[in-house]
């Protein structure tokens, strides 16, 4: 009698887990795309100025709020999942020359240059000096994709590949890139002032070529000769902040801390 009463309780306690499982399932959802986060324009630090005035007036896109694709827009770990293992449905492949430089401690450091495809705006000769992030080069689907963009707005490129990063080029000395080593960048950028004596230099540099480039715009007042501007994107202030956040579990930080460690692992190793 007592098993016939509790055989009608059976389906509505695994209604109650499935129900359970769901809203778990919907949680890590959320949680992974970050869907609750807020849309907003992007906060600004700057020095009021004449050139501060420009910039804001020629990019209205810097005051605008930032609206990102649905559903897996807001997360940053899709967006990077995607584009750094998948790239564009038609990812460009612009072509360039590339160059050897014999560094004085005997390493060859590698780079490759692009020609313009299209006059530029104002008919003047600019090159754009590129330094890619950690163990990146020329040939990665981002700096294709903005050497191409480039290229079609008239300017010339010329793209470092990291001492190393390349997996077809040999070290010549026993040594390979650092975080802070501008040796290789600057031996590009006096190439590139002497071969094209009338251009004018925009330095740009991603995540960890942001260090680089500012290192070396610092290092001397005769770097900053003929350069119009510095653009750091993603720069990496602290390294040793950043050291403390990579040890983090939140956000999968961790987990991004164990894929850096191992990409250069894997390019120590090829050198060995």
């Given at each position: 009698?007592?098993?016939?009463?509790?055989?009608?309780?059976?389906?509505?306690?695994?209604?109650?887990?499935?129900?359970?499982?769901?809203?778990?399932?919907?949680?890590?959802?959320?949680?992974?795309?970050?869907?609750?986060?807020?849309?907003?324009?992007?906060?600004?630090?700057?020095?009021?100025?004449?050139?501060?005035?420009?910039?804001?007036?020629?990019?209205?896109?810097?005051?605008?709020?930032?609206?990102?694709?649905?559903?897996?827009?807001?997360?940053?770990?899709?967006?990077?999942?995607?584009?750094?293992?998948?790239?564009?449905?038609?990812?460009?492949?612009?072509?360039?020359?590339?160059?050897?430089?014999?560094?004085?401690?005997?390493?060859?450091?590698?780079?490759?240059?692009?020609?313009?495809?299209?006059?530029?705006?104002?008919?003047?000769?600019?090159?754009?000096?590129?330094?890619?992030?950690?163990?990146?080069?020329?040939?990665?689907?981002?700096?294709?994709?903005?050497?191409?963009?480039?290229?079609?707005?008239?300017?010339?490129?010329?793209?470092?590949?990291?001492?190393?990063?390349?997996?077809?080029?040999?070290l010549t000395s026993p040594r390979m890139f650092t975080y802070g080593c501008t040796w290789e960048f600057g031996a590009m950028v006096n190439y590139i002032k002497k071969t094209y004596p009338q251009t004018q230099l925009v330095v740009v540099g991603f995540s960890l070529g942001g260090n680089i480039v500012c290192k070396y715009l610092g290092e001397s007042q005769a770097n900053q000769e003929r350069?119009?501007?510095?653009?750091?994107?993603?720069?990496?202030?602290?390294?040793?902040?950043?050291?403390?956040?990579?040890?983090?579990?939140?956000?999968?930080?961790?987990?991004?801390?164990?894929?850096?460690?191992?990409?250069?692992?894997?390019?120590?190793?090829?050198?060995?």
């Amino acid at each position: 009698m007592s098993a016939m009463l509790e055989t009608p309780e059976l389906p509505a306690v695994f209604d109650g887990v499935k129900l359970a499982a769901v809203a778990a399932v919907l949680y890590v959802i959320v949680r992974c795309l970050n869907l609750k986060s807020p849309t907003a324009p992007p906060e600004l630090f700057y020095q009021d100025s004449a050139l501060s005035r420009f910039l804001l007036k020629s990019c209205p896109l810097l005051t605008k709020e930032y609206i990102p694709p649905l559903i897996w827009g807001k997360s940053g770990h899709i967006q990077t999942a995607l584009y750094g293992k998948m790239g564009r449905v038609r990812s460009p492949h612009p072509y360039g020359l590339r160059k050897y430089l014999t560094m004085p401690d005997g390493a060859t450091a590698t780079f490759d240059l692009f020609e313009p495809q299209s006059e530029h705006c104002i008919g003047e000769d600019v090159t754009m000096v590129i330094c890619p992030g950690i163990a990146n080069h020329s040939e990665k689907q981002y700096i294709r994709t903005f050497v191409d963009y480039a290229q079609k707005n008239g300017y010339r490129c010329a793209v470092l590949n990291h001492l190393g990063a390349l997996p077809n080029i040999e070290l010549t000395s026993p040594r390979m890139f650092t975080y802070g080593c501008t040796w290789e960048f600057g031996a590009m950028v006096n190439y590139i002032k002497k071969t094209y004596p009338q251009t004018q230099l925009v330095v740009v540099g991603f995540s960890l070529g942001g260090n680089i480039v500012c290192k070396y715009l610092g290092e001397s007042q005769a770097n900053q000769e003929r350069v119009l501007c510095c653009v750091s994107v993603c720069q990496g202030y602290s390294a040793l902040r950043a050291q403390e956040t990579f040890m983090q579990w939140d956000q999968c930080r961790r987990f991004y801390n164990f894929l850096m460690a191992d990409n250069m692992k894997k390019i120590i190793l090829s050198h060995r």
